[in-house]
């Protein structure tokens, strides 16, 4: 029986020191009673340095200084904190090295006394296996976070790409309709000018073919008429020549303004020697302007062509002995033009297309004409910034109203 007990001790003891996990037991007031191989390792200290005196030696703070007082209150309650239940706690080492374990607490009586049964199974590994892979984690997902930003990035770029070439194309849809609807103007307009150009062509020619027979003295009247003639039709040709290139280029948006200082007298009295040549007989033209008119600061090629068109227009829709004016007054930072003619007047119920492209009153069938210049004027006063109006009545005359201010 003593042998078996012997045997018994001897093979526990193998246990305890062989065991992986630390071992350590205390009596009831937390002074060290045994301490295992393993345990003195894992606290790096030697036994003898443990064993004697109290556990807490082994904890940090709080555990080192509250200890005691769980022990106390264990010993009088015996409410269970920890013991038969295990728990994470830190360890320190005899270097002052910090480390995790799981500490499972058995008590035991033996003799009559109380002692209790410390089983240490570090953590460090499995701890620090657990850092990796939240470390891990985290890189994993900085990775994604970065990858999802280069993915966003490559997305948004690729949208970019496709609106740039959606604009593109929205762009080349508007050029290309706009270039068809400039090619029907061409053609329209080209249909209509060979049309128009037949009756001054037909006039230059059989005015020249007279003037050749008028040779004599006494001709000198008819054949001044028929210089006038030929220079009234020289000057409706030139008018259409001008209204397609205007047009043209306005639709082209090639129109530049180029502004210089206009002397407004000069070149309204320039306009009208232009256009004598189409005066009937006993039409008469006059211009008159108010003292205080300073000289525009405008696009002066861009201003002969409207009062052109305009005066040009108060000529041919006037009957003969018809009385064309054209007066220049100041108006803020500007100038105004008031041009007017007491001939046919437009419809009042057509008034309202006078701007628009090949509009023609129903009472100009007999006038020869492109109805493309009041459309022209129009676009050119705003490209000036300015604005016109007119007041008519059919049969009794028409007036123009054009304010054009100083460009900044
Ligand atoms: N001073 C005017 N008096 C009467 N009608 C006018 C006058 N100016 C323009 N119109 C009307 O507006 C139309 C368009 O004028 P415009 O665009 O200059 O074309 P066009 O003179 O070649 O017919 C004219 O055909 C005419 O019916
Ligand atoms: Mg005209």
Same mark, same amino acid.
């Given at each position: 029986m003593d042998n078996e007990l012997k045997d018994i001790a001897l093979r526990l003891q193998g246990i305890i020191e062989t065991a992986i996990d630390g071992i350590i037991t205390i009596d009831q007031k937390g002074i060290v009673e045994t301490v295992n191989p393993a345990a003195a390792n894992q606290f790096g200290y030697d036994p003898t340095e443990i064993i @004697?005196? &109290?556990?807490?030696?082994l904890m940090p703070d709080p555990y080192h200084s509250e200890h005691d007082g769980y022990l106390h209150r264990y010993n009088t309650?015996?409410?269970? =904190?920890?013991?038969g239940i295990g728990r994470e706690v830190t360890g320190k080492t005899k270097e002052g090295k910090l480390f995790p374990f799981r500490l499972a607490v058995s008590e035991v009586i033996l003799n009559n006394r109380v002692i209790f049964t410390g089983i240490i199974h570090d953590l460090t590994d499995i701890k620090t296996a657990e850092q990796n892979l939240l470390n891990l984690n985290e890189q994993l997902e900085e990775k994604i976070q970065i990858r999802t930003d280069e993915l966003e990035q490559a997305v948004n770029r690729l949208l970019a790409t496709n609106k740039e070439v959606e604009d593109r194309e929205k762009k080349l849809a508007v050029a290309l309709s706009k270039e068809k609807e400039l090619n029907e103007l061409k053609s329209r307009f080209v249909s209509m000018a060979s049309h128009e150009f037949r009756t001054p062509l037909s006039t230059i020619m059989s005015s020249a073919s007279l003037i050749s027979k008028?040779?004599?003295?006494?001709h000198n009247e008819k054949r001044a008429k028929h210089v006038n003639r030929i220079k009234s039709a020289v000057v409706n040709l030139t008018g259409i020549l001008n209204d397609f290139l205007s047009l043209s280029k306005i639709e082209e948006g090639k129109v530049e303004v180029k502004k210089s200082e206009v002397e407004v007298e000069g070149l309204c009295k320039l306009v009208i020697e232009e256009v004598k @040549?189409?005066?009937? &007989? @006993?039409q008469t033209i006059q211009h008159s302007i108010d003292d205080e008119v300073n000289s525009l600061l405008t696009d002066e090629r861009i201003l002969k062509n409207v009062l052109f068109n305009l005066i040009s227009n108060a000529i041919k829709y006037s009957k003969t002995e018809g009385e064309i004016s054209c007066h220049i007054s100041k108006i803020e930072n500007g100038v105004c033009f008031n041009i007017k003619d007491n001939g046919i007047g437009i419809p009042e119920e057509e008034?309202?297309?006078?701007?628009? =492209?090949f509009f023609r009153a129903s &009472?100009?069938?007999n006038i020869q004409g492109t109805g493309l210049g009041m459309s022209i004027v129009k676009r050119y006063v705003e490209l000036l910034g300015g604005d016109i109006s007119f007041e008519s009545a059919l049969g009794k005359g028409t007036t123009f109203t054009v304010n054009i201010k100083n460009l900044s």
């Open positions: @004697g005196h &109290n556990i807490k030696m309650t015996k409410e269970p =904190r920890i013991i008028y040779t004599k003295e006494e @040549g189409l005066l009937k &007989n @006993g008034q309202k297309h006078l701007f628009e =492209r &009472n100009v069938e």
